[in-house]
């Protein structure tokens, strides 16, 4: 029997300690290169439950048509917040053909892992049983069952774990100032209060799965920092003893990762999990928030175990949140025992700004540099830093979707496609290839805070109808829905899922997937903006949003992708290409174009097309695109 049938054909174990892990197995491999992968990250309470066959597809020309008599934004909102929606690994499952449609090659999951029973954590990030899966997704056969389906499609799998805290399993002596909960900061460390139980309740001692935390090697109360509650900013990002490395946060506990055996525990946990469900890589959570030596402790742990059970490039990617310094801090110190790391920080809202045309393309293209010390060089940074238009929580700048702000459905394609064709490893954030942003400009003014809140970043794809009710009471098998709420809906929507795929979004997205993997130099590619010429002006990179452009050179082949960031107005310009691999009298093919994947007929520039190169007075040669669209965006091969 192998492995996968033995624990899933028992209970969860009670200890790590206790499992006897495989190795040298036959697994599904590493890819080759994960520039070559496109990725795309979902909260799986707010994407899918499988049921969207019995709602109606979302007429987003009538949204009002979607909301009941009597709608109120102020319930809408509350039912975002802290809330179960439904969404379950199964619904997942349900919808990788629609994913695969879109060119996506491997999800990134929310945690999964089992939550307090009490609380409402439906993004995953408190911890109560780091060895079993939260029922409201399902169960480890239900992962497991995900993982091997998505393997047979083609596709990959990346867990999001959490290493350097835990749920908010234990209280502190009531005693202490500011609480039991959150007590203020100490260098030093508090006395242990009570462990809780699944009510959430003070108990003397942990005598079931729901109560405290599992397995129970992380039961001993010398396995947290116990410091209190403290600034998650303060602190030098090199001293490993700094406050925003010893706090909790807020309620969640840290981990005393100093603690050999606590690391050494953790680590097993995750190795468990790789064992179980044969996933293809981690998000590493809060990573910033630990020290350079446990990272590269616990990451080459991982790294090494996934090695000798046959996964020879286990992805590992690291939230390293405070700017872009610290994600080169991480990847330097790491090495190779960090793969990558999520761009959520400046280069984020850069990203955003230059897809619209409200910056200059030079803030965008300097981040890629061989001489910028913060992003490295055009060669090292294709592996090493996952782009992120949009997530969960938006550490930098406004909590708002691309969309949300932007003019039209279409132009959040604009901001993929700077994702999908400059240097790095693409992430796609669930609901943006249906351009999800929230209610209409004009319902806005009724929604507190909006903008300025982590819920409206976290609509749900499938419209459910009602909630969960809170707590425990949400997982009553048999009456488990809140219908004094509606659901947290697309678009400020009920009972209407999003799952469209002839959105303005969807469609060009996955136009530009599908170019992205037939061209190896669009993943592998050196990178050079290209200066333009439009109405005599000379050769140069502009902004006011005029056309960016940008060739991707691998050996002899230039693609040369050329894009419109203005949100109403139609754009042209000449372009430079390289001279040496497009000579006088040669030409270039246009390979793909959003304008005619959206909309054949009414298409300027055509698949198929050839545009001639020429030479100008001062021996740039160039090509010329007219009449492109309104956030649209074009590829040419000299090689296609």
Same mark, same amino acid.
């Given at each position: 029997m192998s492995f996968v049938q033995q624990q899933l054909l028992a209970a969860r174990p009670d200890s790590i300690a206790s499992v006897n892990l495989p190795r040298r197995l036959d697994h599904f491999p590493s890819p080759a290169d994960w520039r070559n992968e496109t990725l795309y990250?979902?909260?799986?309470?707010?994407?899918?439950?499988?049921?969207?066959?019995?709602?109606?597809?979302?007429?987003?020309?009538?949204?009002?048509?979607?909301?009941?008599?009597?709608?109120?934004?102020?319930?809408w909102s509350q039912s975002g917040g802290d809330r179960w929606q439904g969404g379950n690994l199964q619904g997942v499952a349900s919808k990788l053909d629609y994913l695969k449609d879109l060119g996506v090659t491997c999800l990134w999951l929310s945690p999964v892992f089992k939550q307090r029973g009490h609380m409402?954590?439906?993004?995953?990030?408190?911890? !109560?049983?780091?060895?079993?899966?939260?029922?409201?997704?399902?169960?480890?056969?239900?992962?497991?069952?995900?993982?091997?389906?998505?393997?047979?499609?083609?596709?990959?799998?990346?867990?999001?774990?959490?290493?350097?805290?835990?749920?908010?399993?234990? @209280?502190?002596?009531?005693?202490?100032?500011?609480?039991?909960?959150?007590?203020?900061?100490?260098?030093? !460390?508090?006395?242990?209060?009570?462990w809780r139980n699944q009510q959430g309740d003070d108990i003397a001692a942990i005598s079931g799965s729901d109560e405290g935390v599992w397995p129970s090697e992380l039961q001993n109360p010398d396995a947290y920092t116990r410091a209190g509650a403290g600034s998650l900013g303060a602190g030098d990002i090199d001293d490993p003893y700094a406050e925003h490395k010893r706090a909790d946060f807020i309620t969640l506990k840290d981990f005393a990762l100093d603690n050999p055996a606590v690391m050494s525990d953790l680590a097993r946990c995750y190795k468990y999990w790789i064992a179980l469900t044969d996933c293809d890589g981690f998000r590493?959570?809060?990573?910033?928030?630990v020290s350079y030596e446990q990272a590269r402790n616990f990451c080459g742990s991982i790294?090494?175990?996934?090695?000798?059970?046959?996964?020879?490039?286990?992805?590992?990617?690291?939230?390293?949140?405070?700017?872009?310094?610290? !994600?080169?801090r991480y990847l330097d110190v790491l090495q190779r025992n960090l793969n990558a790391a999520l761009d959520i920080s400046e280069m984020r809202v850069t990203l955003n700004q230059v897809a619209k045309g409200l910056?200059?393309?030079?803030?965008?293209?300097?981040?890629?540099?061989?001489?910028?010390?913060?992003?490295?060089?055009?060669r090292a940074l294709g592996a090493k830093h996952i782009s992120i238009l949009d997530d969960h929580d938006h550490v930098f700048g406004k909590k708002l979707r691309f969309s949300a702000e932007a003019a039209a459905p279409h132009q959040v394609a604009a901001g993929v496609g700077l994702q999908l064709f400059t240097l790095g490893i693409p992430c796609i954030y669930y609901g943006t290839e249906q351009s999800?942003?929230?209610?209409?400009?004009?319902?806005?003014?009724?929604?507190?805070?909006?903008?300025?809140?982590?819920?409206?970043?976290?609509?749900?794809?499938?419209?459910?109808?009602?909630?969960?009710?809170?707590?425990?009471?949400?997982?009553? @098998?048999?009456?488990?829905?809140?219908?004094?709420?509606?659901?947290?809906?697309?678009?400020?929507?009920?009972?209407?899922?999003?799952?469209?795929?002839?959105?303005?979004?969807?469609?060009?997205? *996955?136009?530009?997937?599908?170019?992205?993997?037939?061209?190896?130099?669009?993943?592998?590619?050196? !990178?050079?903006?290209?200066?333009?010429?439009?109405?005599?002006?000379?050769?140069?990179?502009?902004?006011?949003?005029?056309?960016?452009?940008?060739s991707r050179i691998l050996d002899d082949e230039e693609c040369l992708v050329v894009?419109?960031?203005?949100?109403?107005?139609?754009?042209?310009?000449?372009?430079?290409?390289?001279?040496?691999?497009?000579?006088?009298?040669?030409?270039?093919?246009?390979?793909?174009?959003?304008?005619?994947?959206?909309?054949?007929?009414?298409?300027?520039?055509?698949?198929?097309?050839? *545009?001639?190169?020429?030479?100008h007075h001062s021996g740039i040669h160039f090509i010329s695109v007219r009449d492109l669209g309104p956030s649209e965006l074009l590829v040419f091969s000299n090689k296609p």
């Open positions: 990250f979902l909260l799986v309470d707010r994407f899918s439950d499988g049921l969207e066959a019995q709602r109606p597809l979302l007429n987003r020309n009538n949204l009002a048509a979607a909301r009941p008599a009597g709608w109120r934004w102020d319930l409402n954590s439906f993004h995953g990030y408190g911890i !109560q049983d780091f060895l079993e899966v939260d029922p409201h997704f399902g169960d480890r056969k239900a992962l497991v069952d995900l993982v091997a389906l998505a393997h047979l499609k083609g596709m990959r799998i990346i867990l999001d774990i959490i290493f350097n805290h835990s749920g908010e399993n234990w @209280t502190y002596p009531a005693s202490l100032p500011g609480g039991k909960y959150t007590p203020y900061y100490t260098a030093q !460390q508090y006395a242990f209060g009570a590493i959570d809060t990573l910033k928030h790294k090494e175990f996934a090695a000798n059970i046959g996964k020879h490039d286990f992805l590992l990617a690291g939230e390293i949140a405070g700017g872009d310094y610290g !994600q080169d910056q200059h393309p030079a803030d965008y293209f300097a981040g890629f540099d061989p001489g910028n010390a913060v992003m490295g060089s055009h999800l942003g929230g209610p209409e400009l004009h319902e806005r003014v009724w929604i507190e805070n909006f903008g300025n809140n982590d819920r409206y970043l976290r609509e749900t794809l499938f419209g459910a109808e009602h909630p969960r009710k809170g707590g425990l009471a949400g997982l009553d @098998t048999q009456n488990p829905l809140d219908e004094s709420l509606p659901g947290f809906g697309p678009f400020g929507a009920q009972g209407h899922h999003c799952f469209d795929t002839q959105s303005p979004a969807y469609v060009r997205i *996955s136009a530009m997937t599908k170019t992205r993997a037939e061209f190896p130099a669009l993943r592998l590619g050196r !990178q050079y903006v290209r200066p333009i010429s439009f109405l005599n002006n000379a050769f140069n990179v502009y902004s006011n949003g005029e056309i960016i452009a940008w894009l419109n960031p203005h949100g109403v107005a139609v754009r042209g310009a000449d372009i430079l290409v390289d001279a040496a691999l497009n000579p006088v009298g040669s030409s270039m093919l246009l390979v793909m174009s959003t304008e005619e994947a959206a909309n054949a007929q009414v298409a300027t520039n055509r698949v198929g097309d050839q *545009s001639a190169v020429h030479v």
